[in-house]
């Protein structure tokens, strides 16, 4: 089983619609919590960053984090064409020995006018 | 203005022909690190450092190497390249360990 897994899509969603993002984890040991966005041809540029379970807003982002379940979430309302990209999650754990981000394989998003 | 800036954005090389691609980061910060990206596997870690002369491995090592000089350059080497390390090459910077990663524009490496 790998440590994170992440539906690659692609999602196809019309414009306006509710976007939900998802990735489960296997690392009990994960702590922080991360969902990237990555346009075409562009490195990834951080959207959202958690620590703690339970949720983070930010404008029309939400983070949702389940350690219970070892799922998170990322929820995008009211999708803009400009919201189509390539989102990755990412974690870490605790622990100064090391310095490993571990990444999901990324969901494509296409919003459509 | 605060980035991280990799060169060069594509390289086209032979086998066996060692090559460089060089990182820089302007914000100070601490940890640096390379991936690579496939279609299909996502983003890996190459290599990380956590400071100067302090590297470590990531997932995928092999066949590669870097060093840490300085605070702000963060080099990848590649001695040998093999068409199996073809990919699309980021390299990271963050202040701290927990903190947010800056990602270079990427360079896109292909090995015939």
């Known amino acids: 089983q790998k440590e994170v897994e992440q539906d690659p899509g692609p999602l196809s969603v019309p414009e306006g619609a509710i976007v939900s993002l998802n990735c489960t984890y296997s690392n009990s040991a994960f702590q922080y919590f991360m969902w990237y966005r990555q346009y075409s041809r562009k490195g990834p540029e951080l959207l959202m960053y958690t620590y703690s379970s339970g949720n983070k807003e930010d404008g029309r982002f939400t983070a949702q984090v389940d350690k219970s379940s070892k799922y998170i979430s990322l929820f995008i309302r009211d999708s803009q064409p400009s919201d189509s990209a390539t989102y990755l999650c990412?974690?870490?754990?605790?622990?100064?020995?090391?310095?490993?981000?571990?990444f999901g394989k990324g969901t494509k998003l296409s919003v459509i006018p | 203005e605060a980035q991280v800036t990799q060169n060069p954005r594509y390289l086209i090389t032979v086998t066996g022909k060692k090559l460089t691609v060089t990182c820089s980061q302007n914000m100070n910060h601490e940890y640096m690190s390379w991936y690579r990206q496939d279609p299909g596997l996502g983003l890996r870690q190459i290599y990380y450092s956590m400071n100067v002369e302090v590297t470590d491995k990531g997932d995928v090592p092999e066949g590669y190497k870097v060093s840490r000089k300085e605070k702000r350059n963060f080099p990848l080497i590649l001695e040998s390249p093999s068409p199996n390390q073809t990919s699309l090459y980021f390299c990271a910077s963050s202040l701290r360990r927990d903190t947010e990663a800056f990602f270079g524009q990427g360079t896109r490496l292909t090995v015939v």
């Open positions: 990412a974690m870490s754990a605790r622990g100064a020995g090391s310095y490993q981000l571990t």
